[in-house]
């Protein structure tokens, strides 16, 4: 073992029987996991970690979606340090708020579409949608139009795991878990091309009208009188990465204006610089009113979360609302906040969004282009620094494989043991790698998963799963 971290105090079998004994990991079936026993992960360098037995991996996921900067940046280490050690908290309640709480709100309404110049702090991407649910509601019986309660949303969507944001989110696994969705929470379906675009021989940018028309289906369907907002992600993410038709958003806005519905976009994932501009919505081209950002505010390295709140909904808050009866004891956390403005002004001094949009975020496209190629692959996408390969058995008629093969999985399991993270979601291969990866790393991370996929496919071929 050649890690000198303080994993070395115990062995990694010590780590995984304490872990199994008293951890509850999110989202884990607890027994399995005891018996097979977590990856420990004990150190980082840039889009590289290490686990308790010295393996490196390349961290395609940038942990979960949120190390945008890359690991081990000192600047973020000793904004943390600095502000722990001169006010390591202190609340924003009761008439009070701290310097780098104020310096944040200020810089994220600059790098923010010219809608926006307040924020709302919460301490995760979760909590900032249950502040959006809170909010839109509060704003219609602001406006004297009470009964606008319904927000719609996507199936297939993640909006987060608390009881808004669970049930914002479109993923029925969560709620069959605690009678979710809470009530007034409606879902159309995703505009999943490939799924229900493709089978009716619609193409991309058709199919992507006839998705956000199912948005105007559904305000019809329910009153537009009754509807309060519209969330989405721009892509996808935790659903599959997702990308939906050039057509797709703009409809969507066009809409959204027509019924007076406000259009929140959930940021978490495509916020600061993922997907080749700062923010998703630029990307896909709409203006919302809300944005939910959390994960790549601070690149991961503490937690927060927050709402950007437009103009539209600002100026009613502020002028008419009285006392807001909502907030977390971690709003506008001073260490969190410090970290943010640090990790800003990297992403911004490493022009790291202009390094998505014309270098790598290019770049990746033109590799997933060339592993559209592997017999295994159907389709192969990327946006900025997101990508997804969809696993098929038949790539000529793009005929799924059996569900029970659990294809993904078995690529997955491949890409744990050949030392990068992959997410499998369903068929679907995805990757978000830091966004200071280079063209030299992108090509080691294509290599390592066109080996898993080799693998694969030898497993497919051995059992039998392509006949
Ligand atoms: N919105 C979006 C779009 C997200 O991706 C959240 C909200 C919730 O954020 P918090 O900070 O409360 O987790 C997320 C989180 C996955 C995965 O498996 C994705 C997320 C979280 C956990 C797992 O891809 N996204």
Redesign the pocket.
Same mark, same amino acid.
């Given at each position: 073992m050649s890690d000198e971290s303080p994993a070395m105090s115990r062995t990694t079998a010590e780590w995984q029987a304490a872990d199994a004994a008293h951890f509850l990991h999110p989202?884990t079936d607890f027994q399995s996991l005891a018996a097979k026993g977590s990856r420990i992960i004990t150190r980082a360098e840039g889009i590289y970690l290490w686990d308790s037995e010295g393996h490196k991996i390349l961290d395609a996921m940038s942990g979960?979606?949120c190390v945008n900067v890359g690991y081990g940046q000192q600047a973020l280490i000793d904004a943390a340090t600095k502000q722990l050690e001169t006010l390591p908290f202190y609340n924003a309640f009761f008439q009070t708020a701290t310097p780098p709480a104020i310096e944040l709100a200020e810089l994220l309404a600059e790098v923010t579409p010219p809608q926006f110049e307040h924020v709302f702090f919460s301490g995760?991407?979760?909590?900032g949608?249950d502040t959006v649910v809170r909010m839109v509601r509060r704003y219609w019986d602001l406006l004297g139009q009470p009964e606008r309660q319904i927000i719609i949303s996507r199936k297939n969507a993640?909006?987060?795991?608390t009881m808004a944001?669970a049930s914002l989110g479109g993923m029925s696994g969560m709620h069959v878990q605690g009678g979710l969705p809470i009530p007034g929470i409606v879902h159309i379906e995703q505009p999943y091309w490939w799924e229900l675009g493709r089978p009716q021989g619609l193409t991309r940018e058709a199919f992507g009208l006839q998705a956000a028309g199912w948005l105007e289906e559904m305000i019809l369907d329910m009153g537009p009188e009754n509807v309060a907002a519209f969330i989405g992600?721009p892509i996808q993410? *935790?659903g599959g990465v997702i990308i939906p038709a050039t057509t797709y958003w703009p409809e969507v806005q066009r809409i959204c204006n027509q019924y007076g519905v406000l259009l929140v976009s959930?940021e978490?994932?495509c916020g600061f610089g993922r997907t080749g501009h700062w923010w998703g919505c630029e990307t896909l081209g709409f203006q919302p009113d809300l944005m939910?950002f *959390?994960?790549g505010v601070t690149s991961g390295y503490v937690p927060l979360?927050g709402v950007m709140v437009g103009q539209r909904v600002a100026d009613v808050l502020i002028q008419q609302g009285g006392e807001f009866n909502h907030g977390y004891t971690y709003s506008g956390h001073p260490v969190a906040c410090a970290v943010a403005l640090a990790n800003i002004r990297l992403i911004r001094s490493l022009k790291l969004v202009e390094h998505v949009h014309d270098d790598v975020g290019p770049y990746l496209a033109e590799a997933f282009r060339q592993l559209a190629g592997h017999p295994l692959v159907g389709d192969a996408e990327t946006c900025g620094l997101m990508g997804a390969l969809l696993l098929v058995k038949d790539k000529l008629s793009g005929e799924a494989f059996d569900e029970s093969v659990g294809i993904g999985m078995v690529c997955r399991s491949h890409c744990f043991n050949q030392g990068v993270i992959m997410?499998a979601v369903g068929d679907r291969m995805i990757i978000a790698p830091p966004l200071v990866i280079t063209r030299n790393q992108i090509d080691d991370m294509v290599a390592l998963i066109r080996r898993c996929l080799d693998l694969t496919l030898a497993d497919a071929q051995r059992e039998g799963w392509l006949r």
């Open positions: 989202f979960l979606w995760s991407g979760s909590e949608n993640y909006h987060g795991s944001g992600e993410g *935790a959930d978490v994932i939910t *959390a994960k979360g997410r």
